[in-house]
């Protein structure tokens, strides 16, 4: 049987005033007296479901919305109009049972006691979400386990490197082992390696447990290794649901020839194969990289073939984050 | 009742956390708490400095008007010992923090008044209690067990408004990212109660009995307790407790919805 | 460029200052509110004081009343101070940015604490009158000519402020909080520059340790010379002393700032 969706997000909008300052002293003067303020529709008419073990990525600009429509699903902010479900709960309502089964987790806000060490919170967090003894420490081994972080469990958070602490901020925040996953930036401001280490993570906690995961992340590589599904917002505006690759198809109008070629080309003779990106001339190398509509790719390649002094010829997919820039740089979708 | 051993839990939890942490930052402690000390003591040294040149203080002896400091010195700390996580609630909005505390299954508005209880003001709490019941045995006042029994009931009740007061300012707090300014407000205001604020021209008198009712929580109580007739009838004292708890609460959940989170 | 007045860019840093206080509008509306209350609180209680009887403390209802205005007023001239954020700003490293600025930190510093007493001597200035309307009190000022001295004492009193506020603000290259320390001298300043209460209420034996620190040249000694409760002689050897705290404090002040530049350089913020 197909799983019935546990997160459901219909016509969702969520609108925030912002105080508008005005430049120099005298603006400031008059702003005391009167504040002028502007509507910013942070998530206007956003609706999607998400079926149980999906991981999904949401991918935007600063701003577009992906933040707040986390916290809407988490029960944070109030929504300013439509409906939101999650696990079958109203989200605003924050009833401990639905509390307990899901964890929004943000790369930049830290929930751990700054002056003690991890452990602490743990502790607390035990309390708080009635962790029964034995589970919680099945959960911390496990998590300590596949996050390797068994050492620094003593020591002061703040002393603690970012990717550690961030390591303990996932382990504080999976205790309970919620069902539901809400990542805002997990990876932000952590160096490869650790991203890396991060990833695999979430992937295996997917795996474990079932979970379903929404993920944002400023980092394509996350997006990429980690969802399959993602869901493009922009300025608050749900403008793709659908198979990572189909971003590709939908809207990738051109694919990339590189060529290698034997002697000297002109960049005259090129163009009227394409749109030529790059020509230039390393040593005995000449290479060019040309634009091509995808479905003459084909066709084009062979008449190159037939016409120039061709080495070596590749047919490439431009890369998914130059699509993505080109959605949101043209905004007409 | 699982329930409430939860809270129990969390909220010690909390507190041996704050001890272990005040343990790293002893130096700073140390500095506030002797503060405090002489703080008390030159307030207390006033008084009496007062009560030797001053024979009448309104329509009150200067034994009386003692019995009003203390009255406020206890109440005012005690407030801090249980809220003091208001006091910190400014940064938790700013960082973040707070979004934590609506995320867990655990009252927000618990954890918001709760999540930092006091150990300095605990520890303050226990000899100045001690202190102001032997001061209060060596004046010259006139206490039954029947005005005793009042003067607790009105403290109880007294914490109620001063609950309602903190939660307000948490709404405040969530409204304008701002609470410094009003928790300092506020303890300017129960300031004014530290003599009987009766002494004081109207309209700040009215406002400090009705509007920000210290006089409700400090002057109507002592008054009580030195079996003199209360300014305003304890039924009111009382009405002013749960009208202003029932308030706050209603205007946090309000405070709620407008809650628009720091954003990363 | 060069021919760019030189003092131009710190009249800028007195103009920032200001459009930054409208942002934070609230607080400082409350802030300047919590000034008022407490003038407002000492007002009150010596009107009740003085119902029944006409001195106490040998002092009569109208120098009382005048005290609690001068020290008032006195009060933001002298001790309100914009360096409560200074230890923080050095501890989280957004004060090196101003450190590489070719311009001089103390003097920035300096216009920064102008710019939030000149705002807050306009705004004393109203509370005031308020609370003249209010209270209705009769000032007087005995038939001397010292406003001169008490200029220069109020001017040096200013300079010892905001010494010691630098001071606290070097605790920010070790400790990311000052709040224990500066509590400590705002609960002293309470009952030595007092605001409720002049100093001379107190038991002589405490006057005479409060002598031993700054704190009376705060506020006290100006408004006892301009209330004429001062004999002559007395007027040099506070001048000395106040000398002397200054270069004191700004030997203490130097030094303290030179290990502290080491130890941050050391830190690497």
Known sequence: ?333 | MKKIKTYFKVWRLNASNTIQELLVNRATHLLFFMGKMIKLSMSLLFLFLIKEQVAQFANYTTDQVIVFFLTYQFIDVLAQVFFRGVYLFRDRIIRGNFDFMLLRPINPLFQALTDHPDINDTIFLIPTTILSIYIASTLNIHITINSLTLYFLLLINAFLIAAALHILVLVAGILTKDTEGFIWMYRDMIQFARFPVTVYLEPLRSILFFIIPVGMMITIPSEVLLNLKPTYSIGVAFAIGLGSIILSLRLWKWSLKKYSSASS | ?269
């Open chain 3, 1 to 269: 460029m060069s021919k760019y007045p030189k003092l131009f860019k710190y009249i800028i840093v007195l103009q920032q200052y200001w459009q930054n206080l409208f942002v934070y509008r609230m607080s400082f509306v409350v802030w300047r509110l919590r000034q008022f209350l407490s003038s407002f609180t000492a007002l009150s209680v010596w009107s009740v004081v003085f119902a029944n009887q006409k001195t106490a403390f040998g002092y009569a209802q109208d120098e009382m009343i005048t005290y609690i205005f001068l020290v008032t007023v006195l009060y933001n001239i002298i001790l309100s101070s914009s360096l409560n954020a200074l230890s923080g700003e050095i501890y989280s490293g957004s004060m090196s940015t101003k450190l590489v600025k070719p311009i001089n930190v103390f003097l920035s510093l300096g216009f920064q604490d102008l710019a939030h007493k000149i705002l807050n001597f306009g705004f004393v200035i109203l509370e005031s009158l308020i609370l003249y309307f209010i209270f209705k009190p009769s000032f007087i000022f005995p038939n001397q000519s010292y406003e001169l001295i008490f200029i220069a004492w109020v001017a040096l009193a200013a300079l010892i402020c905001f010494i010691i506020n630098l001071l606290f603000g070097s605790i920010g290259f070790w400790s990311p909080d000052s709040w224990g320390p500066r509590f400590l001298f705002y609960i002293f300043l309470d009952f030595t520059a007092g605001k409720l209460y002049p100093l001379d209420i107190l038991p002589n034996i405490i006057q005479k340790i409060v002598y031993l620190t700054p704190f009376p040249y705060m506020s006290y000694v100006q408004i006892q010379l301009l209330l004429g409760r001062l004999q002559p002689n007395q007027i040099l050897p506070i001048t000395l002393t106040m000398l002397a705290w200054t270069v004191g404090l700004i030997l203490i002040f130097k030094l303290v700032w030179q290990k502290g530049l080491k130890n941050y350089t050391a830190m690497g913020q």
């Open chain 1, 1 to 333: 049987m197909s799983p019935q969706p546990i997160i459901q997000v219909k016509n969702l909008r969520r609108h925030f005033k912002v105080y508008q300052k005005q430049p120099g002293l005298m603006g400031s003067i008059k702003s005391l007296f009167k504040r002028k303020y502007k509507t910013v529709k942070a998530v206007d008419n956003i609706s999607f479901e998400i079926k149980r073990g999906e991981v999904v990525g949401f991918i935007g600009q600063n701003g577009a919305g992906k933040t707040t429509t986390l916290k809407v699903l988490s029960g944070l902010l109030f929504p300013t109009a439509g409906e939101v479900s999650v696990l079958g709960f109203d989200p605003w309502d924050r009833k401990p049972e639905f509390q307990k089964q899901f964890s929004l987790i943000m790369g930049q806000k830290n929930q751990l006691w700054w002056d003690l060490p991890a452990m602490e919170t743990f502790l607390l967090n035990k309390a708080i979400y009635e962790v029964p003894n034995d589970q919680f420490e099945q959960s911390l081994n496990k998590l300590v386990d596949l996050l390797q972080v068994r050492d620094i469990l003593n020591i002061q958070v703040r002393k603690l490197s970012l990717g550690q602490r961030m390591k303990c901020e996932l382990i504080a925040a999976l205790l309970h082992n919620p069902q539901v996953l809400f990542l805002d930036e997990p990876t932000i401001g952590l160096d490869v390696v650790m991203q890396k280490a991060l990833r695999d993570f979430i992937k295996a906690y997917n795996q474990e447990f079932n979970a379903t995961i929404i993920l944002t992340s400023h980092y394509m590589d996350d997006v990429k290794e980690l969802c399959e599904r993602a869901i493009i917002i922009d300025k608050g505006k749900l403008i793709f649901d659908g198979k990572l690759h189909n971003i590709i198809d939908k809207y990738a109008r051109n694919k990339i020839l590189s060529l290698v070629f034997s002697q000297a080309v002109t960049k005259q003779k090129l163009e009227k194969f394409g749109q030529v990106k790059e020509h230039k001339q390393n040593g005995s190398a000449y290479t060019a990289t040309l634009l091509v509509p995808r479905k003459k790719a084909a066709a084009v390649a062979s008449d190159l073939l037939k016409e120039l002094p061709v080495e070596d010829l590749n047919i490439e997919e431009p890369p998914i984050e130059a699509i993505i820039r080109e959605v949101f740089q043209s905004g007409n979708v």
